[in-house]
C-alpha cells in the first residue's frame, strides 16, 4: 500500500475570468452638442457586449454617470448588474475632436467563474480523490477586486482543507493558496507491514505509520480477555516533524470499535508502545493491546480530529 498521497497546484497563475481584461475601443458621435458623454448610449454599449461576451450571464440595470464632459484621457465609471451584484466598469475617453471620441470599456474588478475554479482544482487532485467533493459557494459568479478570495473546500471522508482562489488581476488571473493540497484521498487501506504517511492540514507530511506484525493470545491464569482474544499490534511510529503525538488506534471486529486500552500484566506483548512526543527523526516502536472477540476485523489509525488516516485488514 502506497502511503499518503498530495498533489501540488501549481503556483503559476492561471485565468478563471470570464471576458478580457480590455474590452474593445468603440466610437462614437454625439449629437446635440453640449460638449458631454451620452450616458445612455455608453451604457447600452457595456450591456451589449456583456451579452455578447458572456452570453449565459445576461446583465442587469446598467447605470453610467450623466454630465461628465467630454476630454482627452477622461475617465469615468458605469455599474453593471450581473449575476446578483455589481460590476464597475472604467470607461476612458480617447481622440476626442470636438464631441467626437473613442472610448475604452475596463472592468475594475475580476468576473469570476467559480465552476471554472471548481474544475481547474479538481483537475489537480490525485486520482484517489476523484470523490472528493469541492465547494466554492452557491454564486456562480463571483465578482472580486484585485486581491480578494474566494474561499473553495475539498472534502473526502471527513477530511476538509480550504482553498483560498486569489485574484491577482483584473483579467481574472488567480492562483491558490496554499500551493499544495493536503491529503484529501480516502483512508488508505492494506494489509499488516503496509505504511501510511500522515500529513497535516497544511500539506506537510508529519508521521510515518507501520503496524508490522500482529499478535493473538487467549491470556493466562492471570489475564482473561473479556471479549475472547487479546490482540497486540507491533507499530512503528516516526515522526518527520516535531511534536508528533496527535494520533490513535482502534480495533473494528463485528462493528464494533476497541480501543487499545486493554492491560497485560504478563510479557507476552513486551515492550508496550508508551504514548510519546517524538520530534524530527525519531522512532517509537511497540505493542498496542486490544480485547477483542475475533481473529478477524481491522486496525484503524485516526488523527486528534476523529478523522480516519488508515486500515490495515487482519
Known amino acids: 500500500m502506497a502511503g ?3 498533489r501540488a497546484i501549481a ?30 448610449r455608453i451604457a447600452s454599449a457595456v450591456s451589449a457586449y456583456l451579452r455578447e461576451h458572456v452570453p449565459d450571464v445576461q446583465p442587469g440595470r446598467i447605470e453610467c454617470p450623466k454630465d461628465v464632459k467630454i476630454a482627452e484621457g477622461k475617465t469615468f465609471q458605469c455599474t453593471a448588474e450581473v449575476a446578483g451584484t455589481k460590476l464597475p466598469v472604467t470607461v476612458t475617453l480617447s481622440q476626442v475632436t470636438g464631441d467626437d471620441y473613442t472610448y475604452k470599456l475596463t472592468p475594475a474588478k475580476a468576473l469570476i467563474d467559480t465552476g471554472k475554479v471548481v474544475t481547474e482544482i479538481r483537475s489537480r487532485l490525485p486520482a484517489q480523490a476523484a470523490g472528493a467533493s469541492i465547494d466554492c459557494g452557491t454564486a456562480l459568479i463571483r465578482i472580486v477586486e484585485v486581491g480578494g478570495k474566494v474561499p473553495c473546500t475539498v472534502s473526502l471522508a471527513g477530511k476538509r482543507q480550504v482553498v483560498q482562489t486569489v485574484v491577482d488581476d483584473v483579467g481574472g488571473t488567480v492562483h491558490f493558496e496554499p500551493a499544495t493540497v493536503w491529503m484529501v484521498t480516502a483512508p488508505s487501506t492494506g494489509k499488516i507491514g ?15 505509520v507501520t503496524v508490522t506484525r500482529l499478535k493473538f493470545s487467549t491470556g493466562d491464569e492471570f489475564d482473561q480477555p ?54 524530527q527523526g525519531e522512532q517509537a516502536t511497540g505493542w498496542l493491546i486490544f480485547d477483542v ?12 480530529n476523529n478523522h480516519q488516516l488508515g486500515t490495515w485488514k487482519y
Open 4 to 6: 499518503g498521497v498530495m
Open 11 to 40: 503556483c503559476s497563475r492561471w485565468a478563471a475570468v470570464l471576458f478580457a481584461v480590455a474590452l474593445a475601443g468603440c466610437s462614437v458621435e454625439v449629437g446635440g452638442g453640449g460638449g458631454t458623454v451620452d450616458a445612455e
Open 194 to 208: 503496509d505504511k501510511v504517511t500522515v500529513y497535516g492540514e497544511s500539506g506537510d507530511a508529519q508521521l510515518e
Open 226 to 279: 473479556e471479549n475472547g482474544f487479546f490482540l497486540g499490534a507491533y507499530v512503528t511510529l516516526r515522526a518527520l516533524t516535531d511534536q508528533q503525538d496527535l494520533i490513535e488506534f482502534t480495533a473494528v471486529a463485528g462493528g464494533t470499535t476497541y480501543p487499545s486500552d486493554a492491560i497485560v500484566t504478563s510479557t507476552t506483548f513486551d515492550p508496550p508502545l508508551d504514548p510519546v512526543i517524538l520530534n
Open 293 to 304: 472477540p475475533t481473529r478477524h476485523g481491522q486496525l484503524t489509525l485516526h488523527d486528534a
